[in-house]
């Protein structure tokens, strides 16, 4: 009898430590797993920088080919409006100066732009931006 109770004994034993096992596989499996999405979601935000650093250079050089001056206040119109979604990539709102007057169209875009960005804050509340100043890019 006694020799009964330790082949049972064993059996268990046996059992927990391939149950163990097939623990630690699918935990060491899980776990790479999870590193390797983390660095495919990093890779992914790299190349969403990427892309829209060119869409945003493209359109620099699309208004300097038209001969329009880019401004401070149209460049945050225009990010917050990518932000926003509201425009599509080529459009700015209507009457945003090229820099050559000096007259109210940069004004009324700056307030626009202001605009833009306090709607934006409640989207996103860490996401803080001013309008320093009108100076020209270009």
């Known amino acids: 009898m006694a020799q009964k109770r330790k082949m049972e004994i064993t059996v268990v ?3 927990e430590r391939v149950l163990f096992s097939m623990f630690q596989n699918t935990a060491n499996s899980l776990s790479q797993f999870y590193a390797h999405s983390v660095n495919q979601q990093k890779l992914a935000f790299e190349a969403g920088q990427n892309y829209s650093l060119l869409k945003f250079h493209e359109w620099i050089v699309t208004k300097l080919q038209d001969g329009k001056m880019v401004t401070v206040p149209e460049i945050f119109a225009y990010l917050q409006g990518k932000l926003n979604g509201l425009m599509p990539a080529a459009e700015l709102p209507e009457g945003g100066g090229n820099g050559s007057d000096n007259s109210g169209g940069t004004q009324g875009l700056a307030a626009s732009s202001s ?6 804050q409640d989207t996103y509340p860490d996401m803080q931006m001013e309008i320093a100043s009108d100076r020209t890019i270009g």
């Open 115 to 120: 605009a833009l960005i306090n709607q934006g």
């Open 13 to 15: 034993d046996e059992n």
